[in-house]
């Protein structure tokens, strides 16, 4: 019997400070033509939409987010990816990171070891120079769910 051979598929996780790497060096391309275009525009120094501040606000607190899926590909010898599914979240994510969405009013941030922080609407940019702290904490402890095929 001939069979049609199956694509390759594989579960890993990427912490925030990986995704944010492969991004801004332009391994992640996240409007392949085949992807629907962004329905809600994202603006430097805008709020950005409800659900896109919901998002952002769960992801720092770790409330798990659906998967990512990514297509490997190559370009000559570079490795780089394409989303499959779930770029809208993506974008909105990285929209957070460059000061383009907010998050929601009343954040509130706690550690293991019971510190607060109030980080309610605020951008990235103000977490960070209010709190240096959480900079690395936050980039170390957001995970990307990935399912990559190639």
């Known amino acids: 019997m001939i069979k049609i051979k199956q694509p ?3 579960v890993a996780e990427w912490t925030f400070r990986e995704v944010q790497t492969k991004w801004v060096s332009g391994r992640i391309e ?3 033509e085949y992807q ?5 525009e994202l603006v430097t120094l805008g709020t950005g939409s409800d659900w896109q501040r919901e998002l952002i606000s769960d992801v720092i ?3 798990p987010f ?3 899926h990514l297509r490997e590909r190559t ?4 490795q780089y990816w394409e989303i499959v599914d779930g770029g809208h979240r993506s974008r909105a994510i990285i929209g957070f990171f460059t000061n383009c969405v907010k998050t929601i009013d009343g954040l509130v941030l706690e550690l293991e070891d019971g510190t607060k922080y109030e980080i309610g609407d605020m951008y990235w940019s103000e977490i960070i120079t209010k709190y240096s702290e959480l900079e690395n904490v936050i980039l170390d402890s957001v995970m990307f ?3 990559i095929h190639s």
């Open 75 to 78: 370009k000559g010898k570079i």
């Open 36 to 40: 629907r275009p962004e329905t809600d």
């Open 66 to 68: 659906q998967k990512i």
């Open 8 to 10: 390759t598929k594989r």
């Open 61 to 63: 607190l770790l409330n």
């Open 30 to 32: 996240p409007n392949p």
């Open 145 to 147: 769910d990935l399912t």
